[in-house]
């Protein structure tokens, strides 16, 4: 059974900066898709940043993600970061993992056929 975990969420400031992880203990990350995804309260799930499996070099990222949101790999760890920076009200959500074993990038939730269970990220003032 594929099992994601995330951990990093919790609360933040404005302008603050978070580090979010996806690990597996049972899945080999650099060779599949991993996507962040946010979901915030009565809004559907959103791309955030999307990372291709390692032996391709492909990053997808949602506009508001541009330059601020980079997605990495780190293959030694089997870990998938998103760094979160100069945090805004807006990012307030559930952050999840996905991954799926495919030969390029998804970029939409529907591609993806496994998830974690999510780390909240709160926006406090």
């Known amino acids: 059974q594929v099992k994601l975990v995330e951990s990093g969420g919790g609360p933040v400031q404005p302008g603050g900066s978070l580090r979010l992880s996806c690990t597996s203990s049972t899945l080999t990350s650099e060779h599949y898709s991993i996507g962040w995804f946010s979901q915030a309260p009565g809004k559907k799930r959103e791309a955030v940043a999307c990372?291709?499996?390692?032996?391709?070099?492909?990053?997808y990222y949602a506009d508001s993600a541009k330059g601020r949101l980079p997605i990495s790999r780190d293959v030694a760890e089997n870990t998938v970061w998103l760094q979160m920076n100069n945090l805004k009200p807006e990012n307030t959500a559930i952050y999840y993992c996905a991954a799926v074993s495919v030969t390029t990038i998804a970029t939409t939730a529907e591609e993806y056929d496994y998830w974690g269970q999510g780390t909240q990220v709160t926006f406090s003032s």
């Open positions: 990372i291709s499996a390692s032996h391709r070099s492909y990053t």
